[in-house]
Structure formats: structure tokens, C-alpha cells
């Protein structure tokens, strides 16, 4: 008797013991399964390869040159993973980027630039809207819908800029970009703004979880009393802004606007949420992993630039390193899922 109440002691120890253990490991394994957890592992092994290959890849000067480098795709990504975590796709925010660019230029030259930004941005918007209103009300395949604005977008910019670059913007425009706050650029520090207010709106407001919900299952959410109609139209209206804010970033730094601008850049939007862990699908993915794909499609570039890559060569690199992370990735989660 007296030997089993002195064991029983003994015995709650150890299972408490093993019970915080279990607990350290079940904590360690959630972590090591975040997505957001591996982005960032992955960003960071690619930094030390870089860094290895290049002197230079690890400068203060190069690390601000990739910040710099990541605004513009950056800012457009964002509208991007809005309209993925819904199951829809945007392949028109290129097209809205160069088309907005050269309404920009053109409102510059005849009013301030307090009134020509949101002018240029309401534009973006209300292609958005155009679009999101064809694929929500209309029920049309967003594939479609988007690349014909497209079509649309591109054919504007040059009659609209007469097939020529326009040039002459005020100097004043290059504050946006080349102010600074204690060391910061402006345009890199509203880019970490956008992308901070961007998390708080997916993750705890009731539009971001619709949004998230309308991904998952249309159906079921609407079922459950959810405004499907206008949370699957505000992505697009979010990604029509955002490329118009990214062109003015744009604009602020070459000080002309290009009818051929933003060529391909919803292939770089899309690839930066993709492998930032979205799915194609909708539903699964976030602000987070968007960020962190995008520093990568950035770093990746940036890295073969700094070890003289032809740039030809450049797509094939990027494309593979892409397919590799998502097969990765891919290969994770299955195994996860069947542990």
C-alpha cells in the first residue's frame, strides 16, 4: 500500500512529463506544417544559395534594390489573391496596369495630383467592377471574361496613346517613391502597409471569411446567408485598383507611361499567390504566402542578374524553380494528409 502511494506521485510526473512532450512535438509539427512557415524557410535557403553565388546578393544596397523591385508586383499580387481565394482568376490586371498608366500620364498634364491618382485608381476599379459584375450576375467563366478585357485593355492603351510612350510628368510625381521614413522608402513602406491591412481584412473581418467561404463552397455559403454576390465582385474591383495603384508607383520611377506596360504581368501576379501556397481552386491560401512568393520571384531575378544570366534564360530558370516549389509542395501536403 505504501509502495503505491509513493509510485502514484512518480507516475502523474512522468505522464505529465510525457504529456508536455507530445504537446512540444504536436506544437513543432503545426508549425513545421504552416505554409506561411515553409514560404518563409524556403525564402530564406534561397537567400543563403544566392548570397553563396553572388558577393553582392547580401549588400544593403541589393537588399533595398529587391524591396524596390517587389512594390509594383507586389501591390498587384494583392488584388490577385483576393480573386484566387475566391476559385476565379484575373488575367486582365496587365492590361488594366498599362491602360491606367497611360490615363495617369494624360489626367497629369491637365489637373493636380491629388485629383489624376484617384482618377487613374476609379478607372482601375471600375473595370474591376465591369468584370466582376460579367462573372457574379452574368454567371460567366472568369477565364473568359478577363481575357477579353484583356483584349480590351490593350487596345485602349494605344489609341488612347497614340502607339507612343508619353513623357513630360511632373517632377513632383517622384515623391511617392524616393521619400523616405527613418531609412525607408515610401513606396516599400505602403507596400508593407497594404499587405498589414490586406492580413487584418482576410483574417478577421466577416468579408474576409466570406471570401474565403465563397472559395471553398459557393453554394454552402450562400446557403448560410452570406453576400456571395458581392464579395465574388469586390476581388475584382480590389485587383482593378491595386494595378492602378502599382502603375503609379510605376510611372513615379521611369517618369513616362508605356502602352506595352504590365505585359505579362498577371503571369507574374499569378505565380507569385501560387506559390505563395494559394490554390488555383480558391479557398486555401493567404496574404502572407503572397508576400513571401512574391519576395521570391523578385530574389530569384534579382540573383540572376547579379551572376550575369542571359535573360532569355531567365523564364526557363523561373518557370522550373516555380514547378519545383509547387511539386514540393504538393508532395507535402500529401503526405501530411495521409499521416
Same mark, same amino acid.
Given at each position: 500500500m505504501t509502495d503505491t502511494v509513493q509510485g502514484a506521485p512518480e507516475d502523474r $510526473?512522468?505522464?505529465?512529463? *510525457?504529456? =508536455?512532450?507530445?504537446?512540444?512535438?504536436?506544437?513543432?509539427? =503545426?508549425?513545421?506544417?504552416?505554409?506561411?512557415? =515553409?514560404?518563409?524557410?524556403?525564402?530564406?535557403?534561397?537567400a543563403v544559395i544566392l548570397s553563396l553565388l553572388s558577393p553582392f546578393f547580401l549588400t544593403e544596397r541589393n537588399i533595398f534594390n529587391i524591396l524596390d523591385q517587389s512594390v509594383v508586383i507586389g501591390i498587384v499580387a494583392v488584388g490577385m489573391t483576393f480573386? %484566387?481565394?475566391?476559385?476565379?482568376?484575373? #488575367?486582365? @490586371?496587365? &492590361?488594366?496596369?498599362g491602360l491606367t498608366g497611360i490615363i495617369l500620364a494624360q489626367a497629369l498634364q491637365v489637373m493636380p495630383?491629388?485629383? &489624376?491618382?484617384?482618377?487613374? +485608381? &476609379?478607372?482601375?476599379?471600375?473595370?474591376g467592377l465591369f468584370s466582376g459584375l460579367l462573372i457574379a450576375v452574368f454567371g460567366l467563366a472568369p477565364f473568359v471574361v478577363t481575357l477579353g478585357v484583356m483584349a480590351i485593355g490593350r487596345s485602349l492603351s494605344f489609341i488612347l496613346s497614340g502607339q507612343r510612350s508619353i513623357s513630360?510628368? !511632373? !517632377?513632383?510625381? *517622384?515623391?511617392? +517613391?524616393?521619400?523616405?521614413?527613418?531609412?525607408? !522608402?515610401?513606396?516599400?513602406?505602403?507596400l508593407l502597409g497594404l499587405y498589414l491591412l490586406a492580413w487584418v481584412y482576410l483574417t478577421y473581418t466577416k468579408g474576409g471569411r466570406t471570401i474565403y467561404a465563397i472559395g471553398s463552397n459557393k453554394e454552402a455559403a450562400r446557403a448560410a446567408g452570406l453576400s456571395t454576390m458581392f464579395y465574388s %465582385?469586390?476581388?475584382? @474591383? +480590389?485587383?482593378?485598383a491595386l494595378s492602378a495603384v502599382a502603375v503609379?508607383?510605376? #510611372? &513615379?520611377? %521611369?517618369?513616362?507611361? $508605356?502602352?506595352?506596360?504590365?505585359?505579362?504581368?498577371? #503571369? *507574374?501576379? %499569378?505565380?507569385? @499567390? +501560387?506559390?505563395g501556397g494559394a490554390s488555383l481552386y480558391g479557398g486555401r491560401g493567404s496574404i502572407i504566402g503572397t508576400l513571401l512568393g512574391v519576395l521570391i520571384m523578385v530574389m530569384i531575378r534579382n540573383g540572376l542578374n547579379l551572376m550575369g544570366v542571359s535573360p532569355f534564360w531567365q523564364g526557363t530558370a523561373i518557370g522550373s524553380i516555380i514547378i519545383i516549389a509547387l511539386l514540393a509542395e504538393r508532395l507535402i501536403n500529401w503526405r501530411s494528409n495521409r499521416n
Open positions: $510526473d512522468a505522464a505529465a512529463t *510525457d504529456q =508536455r512532450a507530445s504537446g512540444s512535438i504536436g506544437l513543432v509539427g =503545426r508549425i513545421l506544417r504552416s505554409l506561411e512557415i =515553409r514560404m518563409l524557410g524556403l525564402a530564406l535557403l534561397l480573386v %484566387i481565394l475566391t476559385g476565379g482568376i484575373d #488575367l486582365s @490586371v496587365g &492590361a488594366v496596369f495630383i491629388p485629383l &489624376a491618382i484617384p482618377a487613374a +485608381v &476609379a478607372t482601375g476599379a471600375g473595370i513630360g510628368l !511632373p !517632377p513632383e510625381l *517622384d515623391a511617392i +517613391v524616393y521619400s523616405t521614413f527613418l531609412g525607408i !522608402p515610401a513606396n516599400v513602406l505602403f %465582385i469586390l476581388p475584382y @474591383v +480590389v485587383a482593378g503609379t508607383f510605376s #510611372l &513615379a520611377q %521611369i517618369m513616362s507611361a $508605356d502602352p506595352l506596360a504590365g505585359n505579362q504581368m498577371e #503571369l *507574374d501576379a %499569378i505565380a507569385a @499567390v +501560387v506559390i
